[in-house]
């Protein structure tokens, strides 16, 4: 059974920094690429940012580049995402996925459960 649990959300003032971790079990972890979506109240979920299996090349949304960071480590089954600079914009329900690298939802066949984040001005 594949599992994806994601940690490390909380509140945080503007300006300030959280980093994500998702922990994946069940599934062949480094053949995977791995996307984190986040969804914010009354909105759809969006596409953030996503890394490769094999390479490691990572894609962002416009939104997050030059302030998130997506990586991964292969030994520990755990993808992780650096979040500098947040903006209150940045407040959502984020969650990790597995699946093929790129920006579409549809294309990741397992999520997490989220992990709230919530940027306060």
């Known amino acids: 059974q594949v599992q994806l649990v994601e940690s490390g959300g909380g509140l945080v003032q503007a300006g300030g920094s959280l980093r994500l971790s998702c922990a994946a079990s069940g599934l062949a972890f480094a053949s995977y690429a791995m996307g984190w979506f986040r969804q914010a109240p009354g909105k759809e979920r969006e596409f953030v940012a996503a890394?490769?299996?094999?390479?490691?090349?990572?894609m962002y949304a416009d939104s997050v580049k030059g302030r998130f960071t997506i990586s991964r480590d292969n030994a520990k089954n755990t993808v992780y995402l650096q979040m500098n600079t947040l903006e209150p914009e940045d407040t959502a329900v984020y969650y990790c996925?597995?699946?093929?690298?790129?920006?579409?939802?549809?294309?990741?066949?397992?999520w997490g459960q989220g992990t709230q984040v919530t940027v306060s001005s």
């Open positions: 996925a597995a699946g093929s690298y790129w920006r579409d939802a549809a294309l990741y066949g397992a």
């Open positions: 890394i490769s299996p094999n390479r490691g090349d990572t």
